[in-house]
């Protein structure tokens, strides 16, 4: 075989492989759909004093105050929407009404619900702070849990639950009683309805179920039935991470907007990124890391469009608008 | 007098001397990650004699001290890394 013929081999293989890169980078890497967004301000720094925090690992927004889980200060604090301290609530332990180590949060029907990633409980407050109940117990049994990460509330006051540990989302009703789960108990799996450390659940105005699917790096969603309805995230959503549009190294949390549209904290890429209800990459916003951790850790959106994000790093939360 | 105030003393220093617990070093990797850190340390705080946990997340490592008398395995420490998700790299030991 002749060099030329041996170079024209090698050029081939090449131009082919770079078809196929091209062809990969159309169908798995979208462009966004959506107008970006700007950031407005932040607030906070490291400390135990009002306002500043240790550890911010969760966010809700609700009525003009934004609420935010102060992990190693075992509290949660409230702001205006400015970042105007309010208030604070929790004290360390693992008493009726403590808090160990406090990770998402959700708000319904003026209760603001506590994932305790320590207490192995879902704690419950009213928005002043006061104590009204706490749901589950360690263990991996049904409503029992091993390091909830979060916790999605349905119109009707039912409880997703996502379930670090036991590798599984569990359906609760309002009083903790065991509904159904999806994902085997303890058994990691990267196919449709299962999980690999699911950190975070919202529920959809329409009775959606969205999964951060933590280490799986992608979102699942289910129907109001328990059907599984779809997932995304990398190519064929299972467990492909990467720093591309659409796909994710670790999502921690996620929020349904307003109009419908999911907002997923996209921890190890420093970002948000924004999704249509189908999956439809939107856009991507977030800060790099200036320390040795990640910033975007915890999202919520308030009724105007308005984003909150924990800036887990830096130890503030950050307000973004989308661009006019 | 001074002799036997000072005795005493000595005697609680040495005690408290040889009171005195270990300090266990633990690499590992992933510690960027908060619901990776707290399931290290939720776990780390359920074994009977561990008395601080500072997690170094720039260093990537734990660092656990404990009670004296008593000790953390290699085999221990493997089982509860890989409980909590992660790869076990070493340890290593000085007293307090």
Redesign the interface.
């Known amino acids: 075989m002749t060099r030329n013929k041996v170079l024209k081999i090698i050029g081939a293989g090449a131009a082919s492989l770079l078809a196929l890169l091209f062809i990969a980078w159309l169908a798995w890497v979208p462009f966004a759909e959506g107008p970006g967004y700007v950031f407005v301000t932040a607030w906070g720094e490291r400390g135990s004093a009002p306002g500043q925090f240790n550890d911010p690992t969760g966010i809700a927004v609700h009525d003009g105050e934004v609420f935010v889980s102060d992990a190693r200060n075992a509290r949660i604090q409230v702001f205006d929407l400015g970042g105007r301290f309010k208030r604070a609530f929790g004290t360390k332990g693992d008493d009726p009404g403590q808090l160990g180590r406090p990770m998402n949060l959700a708000i319904a029907n003026n209760e603001l619900y506590v994932a305790d990633y320590w207490n192995n409980r879902i704690v419950v407050f009213g928005l002043d702070g006061t104590f009204r109940r706490a749901i589950g117990r360690e263990g991996k049994g049904p409503g029992e849990f091993n390091a909830p990460g979060g916790v999605g509330v349905a119109s009707n006051g039912d409880l997703y639950v996502a379930d670090f540990y036991n590798q599984r989302v569990q359906h609760l009703k309002p009083d903790g009683g065991f509904v159904s789960q999806w994902g085997q108990t303890g058994k990691i799996g990267i196919w449709a309805g299962e999980f690999n450390y699911p950190t975070d659940v919202a529920v959809a105005h329409d009775g959606s179920v969205y999964v951060a699917d933590g280490y799986n790096d992608r979102v699942q969603v289910f129907g109001w039935d328990g059907k599984f309805l779809r997932k995304w995230g990398g190519p064929f959503g299972m467990n492909i991470h990467g720093p591309f549009n659409g796909w994710f190294a670790t999502v921690t949390s996620i929020a349904v907007g307003p109009d419908g549209n999911v907002f997923a904290a996209d921890f190890y890429n420093d970002r948000v990124q924004k999704f249509r209800p189908d999956g439809t990459f939107l856009t991507a916003f977030g800060t790099p890391a200036a320390g040795p951790a990640h910033t975007a850790i915890a999202v919520d959106v308030a009724d105007d469009g308005t984003v909150y994000v924990v800036n887990y790093d830096a130890n503030r939360v950050e307000k973004w608008r989308p661009r006019e | 007098m001074k002799r036997f105030l000072i005795l005493p003393l000595l005697f609680f220093w040495s005690l408290a001397a040889f009171a005195a617990g270990t300090q266990y070093t633990l690499r590992v990797d992933g510690l960027?990650?908060?619901?990776c850190a707290?399931?290290i340390e939720?776990k780390l705080k359920q074994i009977e004699g561990v008395e601080k946990i500072d997690v170094d997340?720039?260093k990537g490592i734990v660092i656990v001290d404990v009670a004296e008398g008593v000790a953390l395995t290699e085999s221990q420490m493997k089982q509860l890394f890989k409980?909590a998700?992660f790869t076990y790299r070493g340890m290593e030991k000085k007293p307090l």
């Open positions: 960027a990650c908060p619901y707290y399931g939720k997340l720039k409980d998700g």
